[in-house]
């Protein structure tokens, strides 16, 4: 199991940005795939980025295709998310989650969650 700590959101207008950060605490991070996930009110939660193990892969949601960049940094056990070109639509709880394998989009298929950092897009 890993732990996972957000931060980084908060109130932005139209077309601005802001970055992410999940902070993770275990020693094994870097055996564990990191996806953004985010959940709007009254909204299923959806997926939003992933990436894989040592950063090389990624994969992004139709919605933030060429607007958001998942990163990481192993050493310091991190993920990040920038966000770019901000749309109100964007706005919700964004949450960090680890899973021991890539390629799934589904919340279920991952194990550890973060308590989320709320995101706010104002038009």
């Known amino acids: 199991q890993v732990q996972l700590v957000e931060s980084g959101g908060g109130l932005v207008q139209a077309g601005g940005s802001l970055r992410l950060s999940c902070a993770a605490s275990g020693r094994t991070f870097s055996s564990y795939v990191m996806g953004w996930f985010r959940q709007a009110p009254g909204k299923e939660r959806e997926f939003v980025a992933a990436i894989s193990w040592s950063g090389g892969s990624t994969s992004y949601a139709d919605s933030v295709k060429g607007r958001f960049t998942i990163s990481r940094d192993n050493a310091k056990k991190m993920v990040y998310l920038q966000m770019n070109s901000l749309k109100p639509e964007d706005t919700a709880v964004y949450l960090c989650?680890?899973?021991?394998?890539?390629?799934?989009?589904?919340?279920?298929?991952?194990?550890?969650w973060g308590q989320g950092t709320q995101v706010t897009v104002s038009s």
């Open positions: 989650a680890a899973d021991l394998h890539y390629g799934s989009r589904l919340g279920g298929d991952f194990g550890s």
